[in-house]
């Protein structure tokens, strides 16, 4: 890897004339450029037909690269089959729940369990291995990309095949399977291991413990369909990864469990370019990502100099907003300032996609900022390898995601996401930072960890946490946690199942509310989709409904357990009056954090360096800070500008 942090992109020099390709390593020496992905989309020009093998095309780029002291991260391209491999192997294109075969001309057009693709997966991560495995250019591997975005879950042939063979090998017998997804209802007993298909498309709602493991299942695959390819490229001794699809957006991969399996993690962002404070989102996909990272350095693949061509609209970014976003993503753990892609496209899907040359070419803002963008990640050494340090850890599962979404659940407005931002949202305007967990993790050096949405929780994990409390924690849950298991199996007794010990309370009944309806908690506050009846046990009412179906009844409640709180939050709120009970909460834990900053200003710690960001249209001024910003090279002087950064070496 390069000696500070990596700056570059995807390069697709396969997409222009060799005069082009001069012309590029002479303008990436320009901009500080000094690693970038190759190969990610090459296949058919690696492999023009089945076993014949061309390479002396990328040893030509990768030798001029190497000699413009350009490290190469040398991918797999096994994201977009060639047009021979779709021809011989049609059985191999994806089909969807509905039945409909998946065509070809796109990317992710082949099965991760059909066996022909993974033999010619395995067959060209061989080749790559013996031929570049040593090469000084090539620092480390990129297998893939984007695994689980478009192709999440398949329905083929060949998928139901491994399917069946993963349902034997997770649960030995039928009777566990049948017990596990409770198919005494609705007559849905399985007397011999073939008459269990996938959960296809029906006319009313399938089995969900059955669509749940079928999530599992997919997600295996794309990891074993990964770990195929590493384990051949690990033989060069170099490092292995592969790109998530953004770690906040992409819901069909289970990244904890791909984390362990990567020897870096590597992830795409793209900001939605109309969302009101999108840099909040940001955040929270850096966040996650440092966590995955096990809080320590990881990688930001891709993102855009500006505007984003698959979104809707294709919002172009503000003055200043690209170095905001390339920055605070370096402030939250990433070693990297990657984007797609170096050139733009003269054609395909992605040619109105921004990129580091826009199709106006260098004399161009976005050239412009690139370059200046370029010397400041250049100046950014220090920080490489450092850590980001966090008192409050939020849960985030994604089996928790799949299982929430599925049909029929008490209120269409119950989303996975819907209350992990509200919560994120409410704790980055209050300056703290957050660290991401699984709730069977190790929680007990967190001052304060919140549960906004864990309505799948296994008995072990809600263990977890009660243990975390009675160890003097600090747990706060937002309602609809806790009530099924890892099977979606409704927890024995009154709601909130899992967690009802811990919180000191029940549950009698959910009250979703209509469309547009409200309620209101004493103090003001105002809540919306959700009230229910709380029945208090040894935990203490703090706030009460005052109207709407549970006028009278505990809306908000703290339960002294062991040496710790365990609160609950019955209703939900957002914007400042969460943010106003977050701030009481977070009082309590004895989290620390800046109270005289506007929340326009992200501040953030990594290592010795404080990140001061400037979201805002007017300059801020930050007191008791003091050493040298490494931007600049002079002394802080303690007003960070409208839309500016510093980066305050704090051990200068």
């Known amino acids: 890897m390069p000696e500070g942090i990596a700056f570059g992109g ?23 450029v000094n690693l970038v992905s190759l190969g990610i989309f090459a296949w058919v020009l690696m492999e023009p037909a089945e076993g014949v093998y061309e390479f002396g095309w990328l040893d030509t780029i990768i030798d ?9 991260n040398l991918g797999t391209p096994t994201t977009v089959p060639p047009a021979w491999f779709s021809r011989k192997y049609p059985d191999a294109s994806p089909m969807t729940r509905e039945g409909v075969r998946v065509g070809a001309g796109a990317r992710e057009t082949a099965c991760s369990s059909h066996p022909a693709f993974r033999a010619a997966s ?59 997804w409770g198919t005494a209802f609705w007559g849905q007993h399985y007397g011999e291991w073939d008459e269990i298909d996938a959960p296809r498309w029906s006319h009313t709602v399938v089995n969900p413990a059955q669509r749940l493991d079928y999530a599992r299942f997919a997600n295996e695959e794309h990891l074993s369909h990964y770990r195929l390819q ?11 990864t592969t790109n998530f699809a953004g770690t906040v957006n992409c819901k069909s991969m289970d990244l904890w469990r791909w984390a362990p399996e990567l020897d870096v993690i590597a992830n795409d962002h793209y900001l939605n370019g109309e969302q009101p404070d999108n840099h909040i989102q940001l955040a929270m996909s850096a966040d996650l990502s440092r966590s ?34 390339s920055l605070a993503h370096v402030a939250r753990g990433s070693d990297s300032v990657l984007f797609f892609q170096w050139r733009a496209s003269r054609y395909g899907a992605e040619k109105w996609h921004s990129a580091m040359i826009p199709h106006a070419g260098t004399d161009s803002q976005i050239w412009r900022d690139v370059v200046s963008l370029g010397a400041d990640v250049g100046r950014l050494a220090p920080v490489k390898d450092g850590r980001v340090t966090s008192e409050v850890a939020m849960v985030w599962d994604w089996e928790s ?76 849950v937002s309602y609809f946690s806790g009530i099924v298991d890892e099977n979606d199996t409704v927890h024995a007794g009154a709601y909130p199942g899992a967690l009802r010990e811990v919180l000191g309370l029940s549950v009698e009944e959910f009250h979703p509310l209509r469309e547009l309806e409200t309620v209101t908690l004493t103090g003001g506050a105002t809540g919306r989709i959700w009230s229910e009846r709380v029945r208090l046990e040894r935990a203490v009412a703090m706030r009460h409904f005052t109207d709407g179906p549970d006028t009278g009844h505990p809306a908000l409640t703290a339960n002294a357990f062991g040496g710790g709180t365990a609160s609950y939050l019955a209703a939900a709120l957002g914007g400042d009056d969460l943010r106003a009970l977050l701030g009481e909460v977070l009082d309590r834990a004895g989290v620390s954090r800046p109270r005289d900053l506007p929340d326009t ?52």
């Open 230 to 240: 590493r384990d051949i490229l690990r033989q060069s001794g170099k490092p292995v």
């Open 401 to 476: 995601y799949w299982a929430l979404e599925l049909e029929w659940r008490p209120s269409g407005d119950l989303r996975f996401r819907e209350r992990v931002d509200a919560f994120y949202e409410a704790l980055w305007r209050e300056h703290v930072t957050v660290d991401f967990v699984h709730p069977s993790a190790d929680i007990s050096g967190y001052r304060l960890v919140v549960v906004p949405s864990s309505y799948l929780l296994a008995e072990s994990s809600a263990k977890n946490l009660q243990r975390y409390v009675e160890s003097g924690g600090h747990l706060l």
């Open 601 to 652: 200003l992200e501040l953030v710690r990594r290592g010795a360096c404080a990140f001061l960001i400037n979201h805002g249209d007017a300059p801020v001024t930050v007191t008791g800070l003091t050493g040298t910003d490494l931007l600049t090279g002079a002394p802080f002087t303690g007003e960070v500008p409208a839309g500016g950064v510093a980066v305050v070496n704090e051990a200068s």
């Open 64 to 72: 001029r690269l190497h000699s413009a002291d350009i490290s190469v």
């Open 292 to 325: 995955l990272a096990g809080g320590g350095p990881w990688l930001l693949m891709e993102h855009s100099t500006s505007a984003i061509s698959w979104q809707p609209r294709g919002i172009a970014k503000r003055p200043g907003e690209m170095r905001r976003n």
């Open 122 to 180: 395995a067959r060209l991560a061989e080749r790559l291995v013996a031929r570049y495995g040593e090469h000084p250019a090539v620092v480390m591997w990129h297998v893939h990309n984007e695994y689980g975005a478009p192709l999440g879950e398949c329905y083929c042939e060949s998928s139901v095949a491994a399917w069946r063979d993963w349902l034997r090998h997770r649960y030995e017998s039928l009777d566990a399977l049948n017990t596990s």
């Open 10 to 32: 995807d390069y697709n020099p396969e997409q222009w004339p060799l005069e082009v390709q001069e012309e590029d390593v002479r303008l990436m020496r320009q901009a500080g």
